[in-house]
């Protein structure tokens, strides 16, 4: 069964648009080759934003990724990803969230 995304995202470059999708565990294998490149390489570009609000202090540390060989060929419309990590402190507890998105521009 073709996946919905690839032919979304398709449609969507076809129209000269640009997108901008969350990949998560659906695409395990995409997910897995961007962790894999992330590893890898250094970001081209890297953003630091900390905030206090409602007793939590949060840091994210957004890195955008241009160097996409590797991935598979069903989404060689993408032309950089970006990865946000989140890295605070909720109630009391540590906690550490990554996100993974597929940029095309």
């Known amino acids: ?8 995202t398709k449609l969507i470059i076809e129209g000269g648009n640009d997108y901008l ?4 565990g ?6 897995a080759q961007l962790k894999t490149l992330a590893e890898a390489q250094k970001p081209c570009e890297r953003f630091v934003d900390i905030e206090k609000n409602r007793g939590r202090t949060t840091c994210r ?4 990724f241009a160097d996409l060989r590797g991935i598979d060929f069903d989404w060689s419309g993408a032309k950089s990803f970006i990865q946000v990590e989140r890295i605070g402190i909720r109630s009391g507890k540590q906690y550490l969230q990554t996100n ?6």
């Open 1 to 8: 069964m073709p996946c919905t995304a690839k032919k979304n």
């Open 21 to 24: 999708i969350t990949v998560k």
């Open 26 to 31: 659906n695409q395990p294998r995409l997910l």
């Open 61 to 64: 540390l957004v890195s955008v």
């Open 100 to 105: 993974c998105s597929d940029l095309k521009s």
